[in-house]
């Protein structure tokens, strides 16, 4: 059994696929022929790209097939995750500065076609999404971000917490935690002390290494998004960013995850 990981799609579907069959976890139907196999998606499945839901749709058909094989699929919560969400869940009313939701929603690279084909169904499974994981001694969180520690000292604390943000009704709580997801590069920003930040929240929350989402390496990096097509180690070791920034234009890639 082997535990791969997909990064940032953002509405991208037909790349999705693509990355999903050369990985040999899809066959050519996109149907689940990775048996016993683990998939990780690291969130952010929607804007930018015009088929988020697609991309959502088909992930929950996987995870009911791969668990007939005894394989399974599973999803980090993204920032993005938690935007449709707020635009579905408070369409008609206003951010604090007046801004209307739904407009702040598609500032962030909204797609109409995904709110509109949007259901209850997309609503129940994003709030099912953990916003960390601890897999094979990895510790998995969708933002380069220090954001988790304002949520809980535990994985279980931060998930909680979430998930209570998610089924409640306080519009303000919703800001300030989209806001502080607005945080990029916290472990690369600067190298000795992004380092000791990501070892800081393994420290806390578990794990040999980081893996995270939320900045396209490209954009982190400053290279060229085509040459993207594999993971990038930095911090020491300590972070691994498997966003490849497939919106800007990178093939995308699957990252297998080492045996702990």
């Not at 209307?100 to 999404?129: C, K, N, Y």
Request: hydrophobic share 40%; net charge negative.
């Amino acid at each position: 059994m082997s535990t791969y990981i997909i990064g940032d799609l953002h509405g991208y579907h037909q790349q999705y696929g693509v990355l999903l069959q050369q990985a040999g976890l899809c066959d050519e139907d996109l149907n689940w022929i990775g048996g016993t196999n683990h998939l990780w998606l690291i969130g952010d499945f929607f804007d930018r790209g015009q088929s988020g839901i697609q991309c959502v749709d088909m992930t929950i058909r996987l995870q009911q097939q791969a668990a007939l094989a005894g394989g399974q699929v599973q999803s980090i919560l993204g920032n993005h995750e938690l935007m449709i969400l707020c635009a579905y869940r408070f369409r008609d009313e206003s951010t604090s500065d007046g801004t209307p939701i739904v407009d702040q929603w598609l500032h962030w690279g909204g797609m109409e076609g995904d709110l509109l084909a949007f259901t209850e169904r997309h609503a129940a499974w994003i709030e099912s999404l953990p916003a960390m994981a601890l897999v094979n001694n990895a510790l998995l969180q969708h933002a380069d971000a220090m954001l988790y520690i304002n949520y809980g000292t535990s994985i279980k604390q931060v998930n909680a917490a979430f998930q209570a943000l998610m089924s409640g009704r306080d519009l303000r709580k919703w800001e300030t935690a989209l806001t502080e997801f607005g945080e990029h590069m916290a472990f690369c920003g600067l190298t000795m002390t992004g380092k000791q930040r990501a070892q800081q929240v393994l420290k806390l929350y578990g794990g040999n290494v980081l893996i995270h989402g939320h900045t396209p390496i490209p954009h982190a990096r400053r290279i060229d998004p085509v040459s993207v097509d594999s993971a990038w180690t930095y911090a020491g070791g300590a972070c691994i960013n498997v966003d490849g920034g497939i919106y800007m234009g990178s093939p995308g890639f699957v990252y297998e995850l080492p045996e702990a």
